[in-house]
Protein backbone atom coordinates (compact mmCIF):
# COMPACT_ATOMS: atom_id res chain seq x y z
CA UNK A 1 0.00 0.00 0.00
CA UNK A 2 0.96 3.34 -0.45
CA UNK A 3 1.48 5.58 2.99
CA UNK A 4 0.83 8.30 3.66
CA UNK A 5 1.87 11.66 2.17
CA UNK A 6 5.04 13.46 4.47
CA UNK A 7 4.53 16.84 5.72
CA UNK A 8 4.98 19.87 7.84
CA UNK A 9 3.46 19.70 11.12
CA UNK A 10 1.33 22.87 10.39
CA UNK A 11 0.55 21.55 7.21
CA UNK A 12 -0.99 18.05 8.80
CA UNK A 13 -2.42 20.47 11.78
CA UNK A 14 -4.49 22.17 8.70
CA UNK A 15 -5.34 18.41 7.66
CA UNK A 16 -6.10 17.34 10.40
CA UNK A 17 -8.81 20.07 11.20
CA UNK A 18 -10.76 19.58 7.84
CA UNK A 19 -10.69 16.12 9.13
CA UNK A 20 -11.73 16.74 12.02
CA UNK A 21 -15.06 18.67 10.94
CA UNK A 22 -16.35 15.31 8.97
CA UNK A 23 -15.69 13.46 12.18
CA UNK A 24 -18.28 15.53 13.91
CA UNK A 25 -20.33 15.25 11.24
CA UNK A 26 -20.34 11.69 11.14
CA UNK A 27 -20.64 11.92 14.95
CA UNK A 28 -23.82 14.23 15.08
CA UNK A 29 -25.18 11.61 12.01
CA UNK A 30 -24.37 8.32 13.97
CA UNK A 31 -26.07 9.74 16.95
CA UNK A 32 -29.15 10.79 14.97
CA UNK A 33 -29.31 7.43 13.34
CA UNK A 34 -29.29 5.79 16.88
CA UNK A 35 -31.89 8.20 18.00
CA UNK A 36 -34.16 7.40 14.95
CA UNK A 37 -33.02 3.07 15.29
CA UNK A 38 -34.58 3.71 19.05
CA UNK A 39 -37.70 4.76 17.38
CA UNK A 40 -38.49 1.86 15.32
CA UNK A 41 -41.93 0.23 15.51
CA UNK A 42 -41.58 -3.10 17.47
CA UNK A 43 -43.17 -6.54 16.66
CA UNK A 44 -44.85 -8.84 19.33
CA UNK A 45 -43.61 -12.15 19.57
CA UNK A 46 -45.88 -14.82 20.78
CA UNK A 47 -44.05 -17.80 18.93
CA UNK A 48 -42.41 -20.12 21.41
CA UNK A 49 -38.99 -20.80 21.13
CA UNK A 50 -37.04 -23.23 22.54
CA UNK A 51 -33.27 -23.14 23.05
CA UNK A 52 -30.74 -26.12 24.45
CA UNK A 53 -28.57 -23.98 27.20
CA UNK A 54 -26.02 -25.46 29.93
CA UNK A 55 -28.82 -26.36 32.21
CA UNK A 56 -31.14 -27.39 29.64
CA UNK A 57 -34.24 -26.10 27.66
CA UNK A 58 -34.93 -22.63 27.64
CA UNK A 59 -37.08 -20.58 26.26
CA UNK A 60 -37.05 -16.88 24.80
CA UNK A 61 -37.89 -15.46 28.39
CA UNK A 62 -35.19 -17.38 29.61
CA UNK A 63 -32.28 -15.70 27.79
CA UNK A 64 -33.35 -12.65 29.45
CA UNK A 65 -32.23 -13.70 32.76
CA UNK A 66 -34.52 -11.38 34.62
CA UNK A 67 -33.24 -8.12 32.43
CA UNK A 68 -35.44 -5.96 30.31
CA UNK A 69 -33.43 -6.31 27.30
CA UNK A 70 -31.58 -8.87 25.35
CA UNK A 71 -28.91 -8.56 22.65
CA UNK A 72 -28.70 -11.87 20.50
CA UNK A 73 -25.32 -12.24 18.26
CA UNK A 74 -26.68 -15.53 15.41
CA UNK A 75 -23.17 -16.76 15.55
CA UNK A 76 -22.42 -19.13 11.90
CA UNK A 77 -22.70 -22.61 13.35
CA UNK A 78 -24.53 -25.12 10.76
CA UNK A 79 -25.04 -28.66 12.43
CA UNK A 80 -23.27 -30.03 9.94
CA UNK A 81 -19.73 -28.00 11.27
CA UNK A 82 -17.23 -29.19 13.60
CA UNK A 83 -15.89 -25.34 13.89
CA UNK A 84 -17.57 -22.30 13.93
CA UNK A 85 -17.41 -19.72 11.51
CA UNK A 86 -14.39 -17.91 11.70
CA UNK A 87 -15.69 -14.31 11.32
CA UNK A 88 -18.12 -14.77 14.00
CA UNK A 89 -15.33 -16.15 16.18
CA UNK A 90 -13.30 -12.77 15.69
CA UNK A 91 -16.27 -11.23 16.99
CA UNK A 92 -17.29 -12.73 19.96
CA UNK A 93 -12.97 -12.83 21.02
CA UNK A 94 -13.80 -8.97 20.96
CA UNK A 95 -16.91 -9.04 23.65
CA UNK A 96 -15.10 -7.80 26.71
CA UNK A 97 -14.50 -10.10 29.25
CA UNK A 98 -16.66 -8.25 31.92
CA UNK A 99 -19.72 -6.93 30.82
CA UNK A 100 -20.80 -5.58 34.08
CA UNK A 101 -21.71 -2.56 32.60
CA UNK A 102 -24.31 -3.90 29.49
CA UNK A 103 -26.20 -5.80 32.99
CA UNK A 104 -25.97 -2.36 34.65
CA UNK A 105 -28.10 -1.46 31.14
CA UNK A 106 -30.99 -3.98 32.65
CA UNK A 107 -29.17 -5.92 29.28
CA UNK A 108 -28.51 -9.33 28.80
CA UNK A 109 -26.07 -10.56 26.08
CA UNK A 110 -26.47 -14.26 24.38
CA UNK A 111 -25.12 -16.07 21.29
CA UNK A 112 -27.39 -18.34 19.82
CA UNK A 113 -26.19 -21.39 17.25
CA UNK A 114 -28.56 -23.60 14.89
CA UNK A 115 -25.65 -26.72 15.45
CA UNK A 116 -26.46 -28.81 18.26
CA UNK A 117 -25.20 -27.98 22.06
CA UNK A 118 -23.04 -30.59 22.05
CA UNK A 119 -20.96 -29.12 19.19
CA UNK A 120 -21.06 -25.56 21.03
CA UNK A 121 -19.69 -26.14 24.29
CA UNK A 122 -16.52 -28.01 23.50
CA UNK A 123 -15.80 -24.90 20.60
CA UNK A 124 -16.42 -22.57 23.74
CA UNK A 125 -14.28 -24.38 25.63
CA UNK A 126 -11.46 -24.69 23.78
CA UNK A 127 -11.77 -20.39 22.95
CA UNK A 128 -12.32 -19.36 26.85
CA UNK A 129 -15.57 -17.73 26.45
CA UNK A 130 -17.84 -17.09 28.98
CA UNK A 131 -20.37 -15.07 27.07
CA UNK A 132 -23.86 -17.27 27.66
CA UNK A 133 -24.60 -19.79 24.23
CA UNK A 134 -27.69 -21.39 23.32
CA UNK A 135 -28.65 -24.01 20.35
CA UNK A 136 -31.58 -23.06 18.86
CA UNK A 137 -31.28 -26.49 16.48
CA UNK A 138 -34.45 -28.01 15.92
CA UNK A 139 -36.40 -24.59 16.14
CA UNK A 140 -37.60 -21.81 13.54
CA UNK A 141 -35.53 -19.49 15.43
CA UNK A 142 -32.68 -18.41 12.83
CA UNK A 143 -34.78 -19.03 9.86
CA UNK A 144 -37.34 -16.37 11.79
CA UNK A 145 -34.40 -14.13 11.58
CA UNK A 146 -33.13 -14.67 9.03
CA UNK A 147 -30.06 -15.96 10.46
CA UNK A 148 -30.19 -19.19 8.57
CA UNK A 149 -31.26 -17.97 4.85
CA UNK A 150 -31.65 -20.52 1.76
CA UNK A 151 -30.15 -22.78 3.86
CA UNK A 152 -27.01 -21.13 4.34
CA UNK A 153 -26.04 -19.09 7.71
CA UNK A 154 -26.03 -15.79 7.68
CA UNK A 155 -24.30 -13.27 11.10
CA UNK A 156 -26.31 -10.75 12.41
CA UNK A 157 -27.83 -9.52 16.24
CA UNK A 158 -31.59 -9.41 17.20
CA UNK A 159 -32.49 -6.98 20.14
CA UNK A 160 -35.39 -8.02 21.92
CA UNK A 161 -37.35 -5.58 24.44
CA UNK A 162 -39.33 -7.77 27.85
CA UNK A 163 -42.49 -5.99 29.29
CA UNK A 164 -43.39 -8.73 31.84
CA UNK A 165 -43.85 -11.93 30.16
CA UNK A 166 -44.13 -10.25 26.94
CA UNK A 167 -41.19 -10.01 24.17
CA UNK A 168 -41.07 -7.59 21.52
CA UNK A 169 -38.45 -7.64 18.78
CA UNK A 170 -37.21 -4.24 18.39
CA UNK A 171 -34.13 -4.46 15.69
CA UNK A 172 -32.07 -6.66 13.49
CA UNK A 173 -29.27 -5.98 11.46
CA UNK A 174 -26.70 -8.85 9.34
CA UNK A 175 -23.62 -8.51 7.50
CA UNK A 176 -21.45 -5.48 8.05
CA UNK A 177 -24.33 -4.35 10.20
CA UNK A 178 -22.19 -5.96 12.90
CA UNK A 179 -19.17 -4.24 12.36
CA UNK A 180 -20.00 -2.08 15.14
CA UNK A 181 -19.29 -4.99 17.36
CA UNK A 182 -15.94 -5.62 16.75
CA UNK A 183 -14.18 -3.41 19.01
CA UNK A 184 -10.48 -4.43 17.18
CA UNK A 185 -11.44 -3.14 13.92
CA UNK A 186 -12.52 0.16 15.99
CA UNK A 187 -9.15 0.46 17.03
CA UNK A 188 -7.36 -0.84 13.33
CA UNK A 189 -9.86 2.11 11.71
CA UNK A 190 -7.56 4.54 13.55
CA UNK A 191 -4.15 3.75 12.40
CA UNK A 192 -3.20 4.82 8.77
CA UNK A 193 -2.66 0.43 7.84
CA UNK A 194 -6.76 0.17 8.78
CA UNK A 195 -8.27 -3.46 8.80
CA UNK A 196 -5.61 -4.51 5.97
CA UNK A 197 -8.68 -5.99 3.92
CA UNK A 198 -8.96 -5.93 0.16
CA UNK A 199 -12.75 -4.16 -0.28
CA UNK A 200 -10.69 -0.98 1.97
CA UNK A 201 -7.81 -0.94 -0.37
CA UNK A 202 -9.86 -0.45 -3.01
CA UNK A 203 -11.28 2.89 -1.25
CA UNK A 204 -7.66 3.77 -0.35
CA UNK A 205 -6.90 4.46 -3.86
CA UNK A 206 -9.98 5.74 -4.72
CA UNK A 207 -9.30 8.46 -2.14
CA UNK A 208 -5.76 8.53 -3.25
CA UNK A 209 -6.99 9.24 -7.19
CA UNK A 210 -9.49 11.57 -6.21
CA UNK A 211 -7.12 14.10 -4.24
CA UNK A 212 -4.86 14.04 -7.05
Given at each position: MNYPQIVTREEWLNARKELLVKEKEATRARDRLNAERR??????????????????????????????????????????????????????DNIPGNIARLYEGDTSLVLVSRAPLAKLEPYKQQKNWTTP????????????????????????????????????????????????????YNYLDLTPLGRQEEWEEALNRSATSVQG
Open positions: RLPMVRIDKEYVFDGPKGKVSLLDLFDGRRQLIVYHFMFDPSWDKGCPGCTNLVWFSSYGSDFNYDFEATVDGGEVPGVSVFLRDGEQIFHTYSTTGRGVDILLGT
